[in-house]
């Protein structure tokens, strides 16, 4: 089960999932030319690094501000009933955010180079709209080599620096937790933007506390590597 595992977590009603789609295809694109750019990759903004609770980060900046430093978030309805069918599961708060992938370059088809995450160790994923018929999401060996500095930057490498561990084509609306602290990276993205719901997780869990924690929420399909 090393860096994805798929949960047993229920699907979202359709409605809630349309609503979602459309949030995460309003976000406003704060981006250079030349890129793969993430709205939001965490679960806080830089201007509140300083913070131990991330999940309490993400709720500081729902004001959905746009300006530099401030983070487009989803409004507390949608919020709200995403928290409704989703907290019963967790033994913590979680809070969702909206994050979304931009292809921003002048290529058709781009792959996103292997990293490690800035400010979480986990993600619990669900994706909206996968960002094109063949996206994959690579995860590596490797895992991040300075772990000092999570809460103040992502760290990345070469393709050619890390050994491909399992390679995945997560479905439409299947919820997965990503180790996010270990090398990863998203192939074969389209100008079809990639916009999928993430649930912050107030507490320094690493991927392996999560998956003991949560043995119950492990889904039959994880021994499937696309």
């Known amino acids: 089960m090393a860096g994805l595992v798929y949960l047993k977590l229920p699907p979202l009603p359709h409605e809630l999932n349309q609503a979602l789609l459309k949030e995460g295809q309003h976000m406003p694109v704060m981006a250079k030319d030349g890129r793969i750019l993430t709205e939001y990759h965490g679960v806080a903004s830089p201007t ?9 980060t993400a709720k500081i900046n729902n004001d959905r501000r746009t300006d530099e430093g401030g983070v487009p978030q989803l409004p507390w309805e949608l919020v709200n009933e995403v928290r409704s069918i989703i907290q019963p599961y967790f033994k913590v708060e979680i809070f969702p955010i909206i994050i979304k992938f931009t292809n921003n370059t002048n290529q058709d088809i781009v792959n996103q180079g292997p990293h490690c995450d800035i400010f979480r160790t986990v993600g619990i994923n669900y994706h909206l709209q996968l960002g094109g018929p063949n996206v994959l999401t690579n995860v590596y060996k490797q895992t991040r080599k300075d772990l000092s500095t999570i809460t103040t930057e992502a760290e990345d490498v070469r393709a050619d620096e890390v050994e491909l561990l399992q390679q995945h084509h997560i479905p439409l609306h299947q ?20 916009i999928f719901l993430s649930l912050t997780y107030p507490e320094k869990i690493t991927y392996n506390q999560f998956t003991d924690q949560y043995i119950d929420l492990i889904g039959e399909n994880n021994d499937i590597v696309d």
């Open 48 to 56: 509140n690094s300083n913070t131990d609770n991330w999940g309490t």
């Open 175 to 194: 919820w997965h937790v990503l180790d996010v602290q270990r090398y990863h990276a998203v192939m074969n993205l389209t100008r079809e933007e990639r």
